[in-house]
Nanobody, 125 residues
Framework: VQLQASGGGLVRPGGSLRLSCTAS????????IGWFRQAPGKGREFVSA????????YYADSVKGRFTISRDNARNTVLLQMNSLKPEDTAVYYC???????????????????WGQGTQVTVSS
């Protein structure tokens, strides 16, 4: 299983970025896929997730209303559209996969088995 996160970069406050998580070895429609982020000196925190069944979505309070997670089954990719970016969104963003059995722990990094390598997002003027 490999997860490839991409799409990070440098953006001004208020700007947008779209992150992609492309999977190989699994079908994203059969797994829960989550996005986490880690800022310098801080722990890895939950950002968003999408469930395998029905596509239910979950967001951290800090990004709700600004970020949107979606799935492109044809490209075997999960997208994270990030709008109205703030300096505090600066972090390395990781995508990860979790078994379809996971529900109540979908916001916990402990529930995820496979992780991508991360993509840097920097929000600065």
């Amino acid at each position: 299983v490999q997860l490839q996160a991409s799409g990070g970069g440098l953006v001004r406050p208020g700007g947008s970025l779209r992150l992609s998580c492309t999977a190989s070895g699994i079908s994203v429609k059969d797994y829960n896929i989550g996005w986490f982020r880690q800022a310098p000196g801080k722990g890895r925190e939950f950002v968003s997730a999408i469930r395998w069944s029905g596509g239910s979505t979950y967001y951290a309070d800090s990004v709700k209303g600004r970020f949107t997670i979606s799935r492109d089954n044809a490209r075997n990719t999960v997208l994270l559209q990030m709008n109205s970016l703030k300096p505090e969104d600066t972090a390395v963003y990781y995508c990860a996969s979790a078994s379809r059995a996971i529900l109540t722990m979908i916001r916990s990094k402990l529930a995820y088995d496979y992780w991508g390598q991360g993509t840097q997002v920097t929000v600065s003027s």
